[in-house]
């Protein structure tokens, strides 16, 4: 589930549709997890669908770490890529901004984390990189660890009103390391070898 303060908008005919803040998101919050209403797909499924079908999942699915394909039910599919992303996943199942978002900036993902199958070009940002390739997440997860970290004990000090989503025993996780004792599962802990 999408973090209720945000709206679907147009963005542009490059973009297309994306999601934006239509409060402010402090750093720490989190922004989507994973619920009941998402559908799963498991590769098998996948291969036995209609090709319009696998068409639609490929655009609007990520990949779990079992390498299913997960479809968010909300707006959620609509958060574009950046390579200077505001928000980042979790091997949690959630995703938290990693830093302030305004009120009417896009909510965005590096989809380099999301176990793409195919590489593509994003939108040239100024950035060093300018395409997201499959094994990313290998390439990238320290730096992404660091991101999460820097912002990490805030999950428990902001408002999270997608908490209740969250399973108990997670919350308790979470809770041990943002006050300390226990380390971060990293966010390599998504990733898929098998991009078949």
């Known amino acids: 589930m999408i973090y209720p303060k945000t709206e679907l908008k147009f963005i542009s005919r490059e973009v297309g549709y994306g999601v934006v803040a239509t409060e402010f998101i402090p750093a720490g919050t989190i922004t989507w997890v994973l619920d009941k209403l998402d559908r799963e797909f498991t590769p098998l499924e996948f291969q036995s669908m209609d090709p319009m079908y696998q ?112 399973v108990p025993a997670i919350w308790a996780e979470v809770e041990a390391v943002a006050n300390g004792p226990s380390e971060m599962r990293s966010i390599l802990h998504n990733y898929f070898a098998d991009h078949k």
């Open 55 to 166: 068409e639609i999942l490929d655009y609007y699915t990520f990949r779990n770490n079992n390498g299913n394909f997960v479809l968010c039910w909300d707006n959620g599919r609509y958060v574009n890529h950046s390579f200077n992303s505001n928000c980042l996943t979790t091997a949690y199942d959630f995703e938290i901004a990693i830093r302030d978002i305004q009120i009417g900036e896009q909510l965005t993902d590096d989809y380099g984390y999301l176990n793409i199958s195919a590489p593509f070009r994003g939108i040239d940002e100024g950035t060093k990189r300018k395409v997201v390739y499959p094994n990313d997440l290998l390439k990238y997860y320290k730096v992404w660890d660091k991101k999460l970290l820097k912002v990490f004990d805030q999950v428990i000090a902001v408002e999270q009103p997608l908490k209740s989503l969250i």
